[in-house]
């Protein structure tokens, strides 16, 4: 299997020497990359290749050579477990005392446990400590109350979950909203700054008259070019999970948004919790949807405003940590607050608009974090006016 990546590699065009892949073989031996398919694709990656301009033929070889090797969460997740998880059972909330003493997982231990008690459970469990099931203490399921776990099957509520194993299928907000849409475009005139752009084909009365007085009374027609709105706008929206309640307000903003018509460009993204080494073009978050979130960034330069919608809840690992991305398989080495610093420090102007009432926002660990590198502001009609407000610069 390991000669079919040799030969698949450069086979696909990527400059790879017996050198090279000694020391990837070296690095194996040593157990670099540990009992982690995602470790073992980076390792690979770092060894095998010499420059960005490959990672995409590597990521193509890589698939095909170990495709249906790590297993996919759906097919190990059967449907028998999945069907227990539907019908939880209601446990009452751990105290004080028995969350603190609640065993804290690091990322590979908790998927390494996840898998081995798939394939040993046989039967529904419910309120226990070890098992796939509902409520209690165990970090395998839903409606349980452990701080580093891998939710199955059910709704996010705690927002505490480390990682999530199913399909993550989410909605696109929508851009034909009316309700309500005209009272966020009254807040949305804030973003504005007029400037004057393109050709002198407006005419400059006052300068007319006073070159016409220069002249003797013969009339000097002077012309100017139009004044326009000279913004820019990059908007960031986080999707699904914890978003779902706000799928209407925020798919208004959108809406209001593209009706605008006086931005001088607009360019909306997709994220989820967090943003990562990727954007997405659509919800459906797929691989022809990503977008470098590196070349967001070199193609946006710092007169571009920015602008962030998330309720900036998510499990601290998914914030702090490498690998800290809840979908196992979308996971990157750079932490999600490293990007959220070159976002906030890249662009002169940037803001955060939390769809969560603002009481809330302190609740969260991760909430208090964001809040730090950004300006935040209610996803309400006075706050989107605030934030606009701070995105242009203008005075109250």
């Given at each position: 299997?390991f000669?079919?990546l040799?030969?698949?590699?450069r086979a696909?065009?990527?400059?790879?020497?017996?050198?090279?892949?000694?020391?990837?073989?070296?690095?194996?031996?040593?157990?670099?990359?540990?009992?982690?398919l995602?470790?073992?694709?980076?390792?690979?990656?770092?060894?095998?290749?010499k420059?960005?301009?490959?990672?995409?033929?590597?990521?193509?070889?890589?698939?095909?050579?170990?495709?249906?090797?790590?297993?996919a969460?759906g097919?190990?997740?059967?449907?028998?477990?999945l069907?227990?998880?539907r019908?939880?059972k209601?446990?009452?909330?751990?105290s004080?005392?028995?969350?603190?003493?609640?065993?804290?997982l690091?990322?590979?231990?908790?998927?390494?446990?996840?898998l081995?008690?798939?394939?040993?459970q046989?039967e529904?469990?419910?309120?226990?400590?070890?098992?796939?099931g509902t409520?209690g203490r165990?970090?395998?399921?839903?409606?349980?109350?452990?701080?580093?776990?891998?939710?199955?099957?059910?709704?996010?509520g705690?927002?505490?979950?480390?990682?999530?194993?199913?399909?993550?299928?989410?909605?696109?907000y929508?851009?034909?909203?009316?309700?309500?849409?005209?009272?966020?475009?009254?807040?949305?005139?804030?973003?504005?700054?007029?400037?004057?752009?393109?050709?002198?084909?407006e005419l400059?009365?006052?300068?007319?008259?006073?070159?016409?007085c220069?002249?003797?009374?013969?009339?000097?027609?002077?012309?100017?070019p139009p004044?326009?709105?000279?913004v820019?706008?990059l908007l960031?929206m986080?999707?699904?999970?914890?978003?779902?309640?706000?799928?209407?307000?925020?798919?208004?903003?959108?809406?209001?948004?593209?009706e605008?018509?006086?931005?001088?460009?607009?360019q909306?993204?997709?994220?989820?919790?967090?943003?990562?080494?990727?954007?997405?073009?659509?919800?459906r978050?797929?691989?022809?949807?990503?977008?470098?979130?590196?070349?967001?960034?070199?193609?946006?330069?710092?007169?571009?405003?920015?602008?962030?919608i998330?309720?900036?809840?998510?499990?601290?690992?998914?914030?702090?940590?490498?690998?800290?991305?809840?979908?196992?398989?979308?996971?990157?080495?750079?932490?999600?607050?490293?990007?959220?610093?070159?976002?906030?420090g890249?662009?002169?102007?940037?803001?955060?608009?939390?769809?969560?009432?603002?009481?809330?926002w302190?609740?969260?660990?991760?909430?208090?974090?964001?809040?730090?590198?950004f300006?935040?502001?209610p996803?309400?009609?006075?706050?989107?006016t605030?934030?606009?407000?701070?995105?242009?610069?203008?005075?109250a």
């Open positions: 299997m000669l079919d040799f030969y698949g590699l696909d065009g990527v400059p790879l020497s017996i050198h090279e892949w000694k020391t990837f073989l070296r690095a194996l031996e040593e157990g670099l990359h540990g009992s982690s995602l470790r073992f694709y980076h390792l690979g990656r770092a060894c095998l290749v420059s960005e301009t490959y990672f995409d033929a590597y990521d193509r070889v890589f698939a095909r050579v170990f495709k249906g090797v790590e297993g969460f097919d190990q997740v059967t449907a028998e477990i069907d227990w998880l019908d939880p209601n446990f009452p909330n751990l004080a005392e028995e969350l603190a003493a609640l065993e804290q690091s990322q590979d231990e908790l998927m390494r446990r996840f081995e008690t798939l394939e040993k046989t529904r469990h419910d309120g226990g400590d070890r098992w796939v409520g165990s970090p395998f399921g839903h409606g349980g109350q452990h701080s580093t776990g891998i939710r199955v099957g059910g709704r996010g705690g927002r505490s979950a480390m990682k999530v194993a199913e399909q993550r299928l989410f909605r696109d929508r851009t034909d909203r009316i309700l309500d849409v005209r009272s966020l475009k009254v807040s949305l005139r804030r973003l504005r700054q007029l400037t004057r752009l393109g050709l002198a084909s400059d009365l006052d300068e007319t008259i006073d070159e016409t220069r002249n003797a009374g013969e009339i000097e027609l002077v012309f100017r004044r326009r709105n000279n820019r706008l960031l986080d999707v699904g999970g914890t978003m779902d309640p706000f799928y209407e307000p925020v798919s208004q903003l959108l809406t209001a948004l593209h605008d018509h006086g931005l001088r460009e607009f909306p993204y997709y994220f989820h919790n967090c943003v990562y080494d990727h954007v997405y073009r659509t919800a978050m797929t691989r022809a949807d990503a977008v470098p979130t590196a070349d967001v960034l070199r193609r946006l330069d710092s007169h571009w405003k920015a602008a962030v998330g309720d900036g809840a998510m499990h601290p690992a998914e914030l702090l940590d490498n690998y800290g991305g809840i979908d196992p398989r979308t996971t990157t080495e750079t932490p999600g607050v490293v990007w959220l610093q070159r976002i906030a890249h662009f002169e102007r940037s803001v955060w608009i939390n769809p969560e009432p603002a009481p809330q302190d609740r969260w660990q991760t909430t208090r974090v964001v809040r730090r590198l300006p935040m502001f996803l309400t009609v006075d706050g989107v605030d934030a606009m407000r701070a995105l242009v610069g203008a005075r």
